[in-house]
């Protein structure tokens, strides 16, 4: 069955610093491959998408993720956190197949940002 | 462009009761989504609309959830006789076509609390 893993269910980091949030899906093919952000009391957010071409993505807000193939990961990443970057985010898959493009997401990574 | 907008944006009911949530997605937008989100989850694909077909439901709805989407504009989401289990936050997403990496738009949700 298709899944995606976000292993880190909470991460704290301080303003400033260097983020790296991991997602691993398990699917037979490459699919398409999404992060979102979720805000308190807000929609879910796309933040970056990748679906061929060049596996390092760049995003909205600063953020860029990396697909690799080969550890059927797609990470996301930035360089330098803000305060406002506080959220809960979600990698998620759409099927290569069956175009019905429904998402298929992870459980989430909370993001905490320490002043 | 006023995005996905959904109300009501909180419902609490009583157990055994029907409520209903309307999702309106972006103009012109073909495809709408429904997920359900609970505490600490990921949202869960729900069902999907292309136009005014109702395209795939997933093993989540039961018998007592109803979805339509009326001439193809706004979706409605019934519960009937809900359940403490059906408290959950429902969200909805439009996109403009029905390619799988295309970015679909959430809406805010509705939460669902049933007593």
């Known amino acids: 069955a298709q899944s995606v893993t976000q292993p880190d269910i909470h991460i704290t980091v301080s303003e400033g610093a260097s983020l790296e949030l991991r997602c691993n899906y398990s699917?037979?093919?490459?699919?398409?491959l999404f992060w979102y952000v979720q805000s308190p009391g807000q929609g879910l957010q796309l933040l970056l998408k990748?679906?061929?071409?060049?596996?390092l993505v760049q995003g909205i807000k600063g953020f860029e993720a990396e697909f690799k193939r080969s550890q059927s990961s797609f990470n996301l990443r930035k360089p330098s956190v803000h305060w406002s970057d506080a959220a809960e985010y979600f990698c998620?898959?759409?099927?290569?197949?069956?175009?019905?493009?429904?998402?298929?997401f992870g459980q989430g990574t909370t993001l905490q940002v320490k002043p | 462009d006023t995005g996905v907008s959904q109300d009501p944006r909180h419902k609490i009911t009583k157990r055994g009761q029907n409520v209903t949530f309307r999702c309106d997605p972006i103009?012109?937008?073909?495809?709408l989504y429904w997920y359900r989100q609970t505490l600490g989850q990921g949202p869960e694909f729900l069902t999907y609309?292309?136009?005014?077909?109702?395209?795939?439901k997933s093993r989540l709805l039961s018998d007592r959830f109803s979805a339509e989407r009326p001439k193809g504009s706004f979706s409605t989401l019934e519960i009937q006789r809900t359940e403490q289990g059906d408290s959950a936050m429902y969200l909805c997403?439009?996109?403009?076509?029905?390619?799988?990496?295309?970015?679909?738009?959430f809406g805010p949700g509705t939460r669902l609390l049933v007593l």
């Open positions: 998620a898959v759409a099927p290569f197949s069956g175009n019905t493009g429904k998402l298929i």
């Open positions: 997403a439009s996109s403009p076509t029905s390619a799988p990496q295309e970015t679909q738009y």
């Open positions: 990748y679906f061929s071409g060049d596996t």
């Open positions: 103009s012109e937008h073909n495809r």
């Open positions: 609309f292309q136009n005014e077909a109702q395209l795939e």
């Open positions: 699917y037979g093919a490459t699919p398409y």
